[in-house]
């Protein structure tokens, strides 16, 4: 009896040091460390393992990752109490290693040297116009013909949110294209054979014009649109690369709610000329108009669930930030104080205050990264928090571009949803992986 106690006891005690051991404030440190981290060429990052022991510390390639000095050998006897910094020289991959006594592995940590990377960030209040691939059916049209009124697309099955690319097989790419298809047709008593793109998938149906006795014309019954404008808000420029991104959300249809496929568009000059605040159960909106539309600043060939993406010379005019700054990785985002960069009248891009919530660390791109919380007194007065139109606006935070704001809270538009500037990036092809050599060529494909 006495022995089972010993051994229940004993048990007891080796879970009980478990527990304390793991703890114990180093070892929570050590467990904590992350495996593999990212960090741009030219700076720093720190491990912290908290052990009060010394150990050997390696790293398997100097040339890319050193410990503590750029000229300091690629192994070195620390204190691991005091956090290991480590420099990176050039872009690749480099293993860090610590061994006890030398020889001993506690823990391998792998060191990914992506590009650096600096871009100015926006907060200009931008016109964007684009075209889309193809027609997009928003509506039907009942047509008073002598003997009915009927809509004969909408019996042909064709659907509200469909994207029509050809008629009788030629590529069509405006709505006056498309009217002019359809009447031919009519005029010479026959079908029409369209192709549509619905849900991503091609398939074709035909459809038979009837004469509309209010136009005067032939017609299938169909409200099409070939385009959309409005105003929105521009997250960044790369100097380096000449390109754009802003929104930091797809350009749906406001019919259809569908995503527009681009086929081209531009972005100009735009001046904010009035805010309808926000209020609980009611999203503000800012208004505003596109002026010297003449004076091209961009072209937009890419739109996606990030934003818009494109080709631009230069940054425009009424910038806060006119030089490039440093980025910060998904991981380098944290909670606490930032700022925004936005425009709320006119033109000027002006500087507030919100509070970094709280981050959400995904492993995959989404447009709900972080919640921020607008502070800022100057920005509740004058807009109520976050409001429409604001989307694409800066979040920068220590001197680094992070993210850009996304969503607004219904219940509370002090709060909203912003996006890490490193998915931005990724849409406009620019590389944040260690594998620079490789180009991309998202905004290529998308033209």
Not at 94 to 118: E, R, T
Not at 246 to 266: F, R, Y
């Amino acid at each position: 009896m006495s022995r089972e106690w010993t051994k229940k006891w004993v048990g007891l005690l080796f879970a009980a040091c478990i527990v304390a051991l793991f703890c114990w404030t180093p070892i929570r440190e050590w467990v904590n460390t992350p495996s593999q981290i990212r960090v741009l060429e030219g700076n720093s990052t720190w491990l912290k393992l908290g052990l009060p022991v010394h150990a050997v510390v390696t790293t398997s390639n100097a040339h890319v990752a050193a410990i503590h000095r750029s000229d300091s050998p690629s192994s070195l006897a620390l204190n691991l109490k005091q956090p290991i910094e480590i420099d990176s020289l050039a872009q690749g991959d480099a293993d860090v290693q610590v061994k006890l006594f030398g020889f001993l592995p506690v823990k391998s940590v792998h060191v990914s040297v992506i590009p650096d990377i600096k871009v100015i960030p926006g907060g200009q209040s931008i016109g964007v116009k684009i075209r889309s691939s193809g027609i997009m059916v928003v509506g039907y049209n009942l047509i008073k013909s002598v003997e009915k009124t009927l809509s004969p697309a909408e019996t042909a099955n064709i659907k509200v949110g469909d994207v029509i690319t050809k008629i009788d097989g030629k590529t069509v790419q405006s709505v006056e294209q498309a009217a002019m298809l359809i009447n031919r047709a009519g005029k010479e008593k026959r079908d029409l054979e369209l192709t549509l793109m619905r849900s991503k998938s091609a398939t074709k149906t035909h459809v038979t014009p009837v004469w509309d006795n209010e136009t005067q014309t032939y017609r299938i019954g169909l409200y099409i649109r070939d385009s959309a404008a409005g105003v929105g808000t521009l997250t960044f420029f790369a100097p380096k690369q000449k390109v754009f991104g802003a929104l930091g959300h797809v350009i749906s249809d406001l019919d259809t709610g569908q995503p527009i496929e681009v086929k081209d568009g531009q972005v100009v000059h735009s001046s904010v000329t009035s805010i309808d605040k926000g209020e609980s159960g009611q999203p503000g909106e800012k208004r505003g108009t596109m002026i010297d539309e003449s004076n091209v600043l961009g072209t937009i060939k890419r739109n996606s669930e990030f934003g818009v993406y494109g080709t631009m010379s230069q940054i425009p005019d009424y910038g806060k930030v006119n030089e490039p700054i440093p980025i910060a990785l998904a991981e380098q985002v944290k909670e606490g104080p930032a700022k925004i960069l936005t425009v709320v009248n006119g033109q000027e891009v002006e500087e507030y205050d919100i509070e970094i919530v709280n981050v959400l660390r995904q492993k995959f791109p989404a447009t709900k990264s972080m919640v921020i919380k607008v502070t800022d007194p100057k920005l509740i007065e004058k807009t109520g928090g976050i409001i429409q139109g604001m989307s694409g606006s800066p979040i920068l935070q220590d001197g680094k571009l992070v993210g850009a704001v996304t969503h607004v809270f219904v219940n509370d538009p002090t709060q909203g949803y912003g996006v890490f500037i490193e998915w931005m990036l990724n849409e406009a092809g620019i590389q944040t992986k260690a594998s620079a050599a490789v180009p991309d060529h998202r905004l290529n494909k998308a033209s």
